[in-house]
Nanobody, 121 residues
């Protein structure tokens, strides 16, 4: 049984930083493509960042390039999303996803967490 649990969200001022965590059980983060998606009220779910360790493939949405970094801690089986220089438009519910092709199409991912809210003002 695969479970993903996000944490680390909160409210910050524009220009601030947050580090989101995705604790994974049931699969190894090093063996599957892991990704972060976000969804703002009234908008479609969009890909933010993805990483496939086995293929060394990393994806970032243009809107977060240079500001967000996806990483992992294999010993903790945890995936992180470091978010710097946050903007009000980054406000959304952020979801961790696993077992996808490595891109930003949410329909291609198999496992999902419940999400963590990020609010930037």
């Amino acid at each position: 049984h695969v479970q993903l649990v996000e944490s680390g969200g909160g409210s910050v001022q524009a220009g601030g930083s947050l580090r989101l965590s995705c604790a994974v059980s049931g699969v190894a983060v090093s063996s599957y493509c892991m990704a972060w998606f976000r969804q703002a009220p009234g908008k479609e779910r969009e890909g933010t960042a993805a990483r496939n360790t086995l293929s060394s493939f990393t994806y970032y949405a243009d809107s977060v390039q240079g500001r967000f970094t996806i990483s992992q801690d294999i010993t903790k089986n945890t995936v992180y999303l470091q978010m710097n220089s946050l903007k009000p438009e980054d406000t959304a519910m952020y979801y961790c996803a696993a077992d996808g092709p490595g891109g930003g199409n949410w329909r291609q991912y198999t496992y999902w967490g419940q999400g963590t809210q990020v609010t930037v003002s």
